[in-house]
C-alpha cells in the first residue's frame, strides 16, 4: 500500500493550490481517504476526508468553504483543492487511507487511518 502527495508549493494569501495523492497497491474504493496537515511544532490535525464512494465529505471547521476534497477511483487519486489560502494554511500536507470506518465522525482521528503517504509542503506567504 503506497500513498505519494504531490503539488504543494509557495503562494500568496488568496491564492489556489491542489494537492494529489497519488495510490497504489490497494483498490481505492475500499479505503476512505484523509488529509491531515502538520505546522511546525503543532502537533497534526485534520483537514478533510472522503468517503469511499465520495459521496460525504467531511472537513474541519477550519477550511470549512475554502478546501474541497474529491477522489478518482479509476485514476487512485484523491485531490484536495485548497481556494482562499491563508498564512495558517502553512503546513505539511499528509494523505492517509483507512479500510474501514464505521462513522463519519471518526475521519477526523489518525488513529482511524492504518496507512499514510510522506507530506507535501504548503507555504502561504507573500
Known amino acids: 500500500v503506497q500513498l505519494q502527495a504531490s503539488g504543494g508549493g509557495l503562494v500568496q494569501p488568496g491564492g489556489s493550490l491542489r494537492l494529489s495523492c497519488a495510490t497504489s497497491g490497494f483498490t481505492l474504493d475500499d479505503y476512505v481517504i484523509g488529509w491531515f496537515r502538520q505546522a511546525p511544532g503543532k502537533e497534526r490535525e485534520f483537514v478533510a476526508g472522503?468517503?469511499?464512494?465520495?459521496?460525504?465529505?467531511n472537513y474541519a471547521d477550519s477550511v470549512k468553504g475554502r478546501f474541497t476534497i474529491s477522489r478518482d477511483n479509476i485514476g487512485n487519486t484523491v485531490y484536495l483543492q485548497m481556494n482562499s489560502l491563508k498564512s495558517e494554511d502553512t503546513a505539511v500536507y499528509y494523505c492517509?487511507?483507512?479500510?474501514?470506518?464505521?462513522?463519519?465522525?471518526?475521519?477526523?482521528?489518525?488513529?482511524?487511518?492504518?496507512?499514510w503517504g510522506q507530506g507535501t509542503l504548503v507555504t502561504v506567504s507573500s
Open positions: 492517509a487511507a483507512a479500510a474501514a470506518v464505521n462513522y463519519m465522525s471518526n475521519y477526523r482521528y489518525t488513529e482511524t487511518y492504518a496507512y
Open positions: 472522503i468517503s469511499r464512494s465520495g459521496v460525504t465529505p
